[in-house]
């Protein structure tokens, strides 16, 4: 379908799930992904920049992972914080379907994939992981920070890898002065034409 994209809802196009050998949290796991979501035959390259530079997981509490795509993020979180909740959080439900496959493979119960309105309002986060949608447009984009960001618990971290060429310091810029004063933006690092952008709640 022409016009599909990662970020549709219910992709048009038939599943055709395939099979990928990944590396996640020092192990090797053979996971399922399909046509219709980001990065199906690979972890990206964003995203294996992103789990390259970030600390770990922190121990406990909830954590999410915003646009889970496959589940990289979300299974790494769950595999090195295994008494923490983990939010896979993503529009296109055949994302979804597959991070529920994908944490039932690697033994992870401590995930739970679901829509954005399906996370209970109430809820703050210890940490958030994110490679974020942005070709979904910058209002769409704005918008969705704007909404979760300000969720994360007091002293948490949030860290985005945004390609550079895509507007990764026009961002950083956006999100200073957007966002509270109680919170502070860094690049946290540079690799391979990606910056990982570490947003801290004082």
């Not at 599909?4 to 992709?11: I, K, L, M, N, R």
Request: glycine letters at 8%.
């Amino acid at each position: 379908m022409a016009n599909e994209h990662y970020f549709s809802v219910t992709p048009g196009s038939e599943v055709k799930l395939r099979q990928i050998r990944v590396q996640l949290a020092g192990q090797a796991y053979e996971l399922t992904t399909s046509n219709g979501i980001f990065s199906p035959e690979r972890i990206d390259a964003g995203t294996q920049v992103l789990l390259a530079n970030t600390p770990p997981a922190p121990p406990g509490g909830h954590l999410l992972d915003l646009g889970c795509g496959w589940g990289p993020i979300a299974l790494t979180l769950a595999l090195d914080s295994p008494r923490s909740t983990v939010w896979a959080v993503d529009v296109n439900e055949r994302a979804l379907d597959l991070v529920r496959r994908n944490a039932e493979a690697v033994g992870a119960t401590n995930v739970n994939a679901c829509r954005p309105e399906d996370v209970p309002d109430d809820i703050e986060f210890t940490g958030i992981r994110s490679n974020p949608p942005i070709r979904v447009g910058k209002d769409e984009l704005h918008g969705m920070l704007t909404t979760w960001l300000p969720r994360l618990e007091p002293g948490s971290d949030a860290w985005l890898v945004v390609q550079r060429n895509l507007g990764s310091d026009s961002l950083h810029r956006w999100l200073e002065g957007t966002l509270p004063d109680s919170f502070s933006v860094s690049r946290a690092a540079t690799n391979k034409g990606y910056r990982v952008l570490r947003v801290r709640k004082r």
